[in-house]
């Protein structure tokens, strides 16, 4: 048996960052979990272009799937309104803040959920995974 770490960058339409509109949100692709997967931690960072101000904050949620409770033949992923809230970024604290989290892996993937709470700048984010394989 074998213990490996593994790296992997968390995607925005296939970038590896996204900036979100003011008072908008933005969803990532989705994350698998390797099935080998036991334990894993996320990174994420919020990054704002101008000057910050209070209130200047980013929510992040993971939107977890355990697959197709309906049987619809695709991946279904919680709603934006029920994921897990792992984190609020304040960029007028740290800019860019950044914030480590250990996530469950008992799912099958995830996608991950940036609001931004400023009302006048885009913020831009960004995340990778860290997981612990057993092999």
């Known amino acids: 048996m ?16 996204k900036s979100v509109s003011s008072s908008g949100n933005e969803t990532s692709d989705a994350h698998t979990f390797s099935s080998n997967s036991v334990t894993a931690m996320i990174t994420i960072k919020a990054n704002h272009g101008g000057t910050p101000a209070s209130g200047d904050t980013v929510d992040f949620f993971l939107l977890y799937t355990t697959g197709d409770p309906d049987a619809a033949s695709s991946d279904e992923y919680d709603t934006a309104g029920h994921g897990m809230h792992i984190a609020t970024l304040d960029t007028n604290t740290d800019n860019p803040a950044i914030k480590t989290v250990e996530i469950p892996v008992s799912a099958k993937g995830f996608k991950v959920y940036a609001k931004n709470n400023d009302s006048n700048s885009a913020i831009t984010v960004s995340a990778e995974v860290y997981e612990t394989i057993i092999s």
């Open 2 to 17: 074998a213990i490996s770490k593994s790296n992997t960058q968390v995607t925005w339409s296939s970038a590896t960052s």
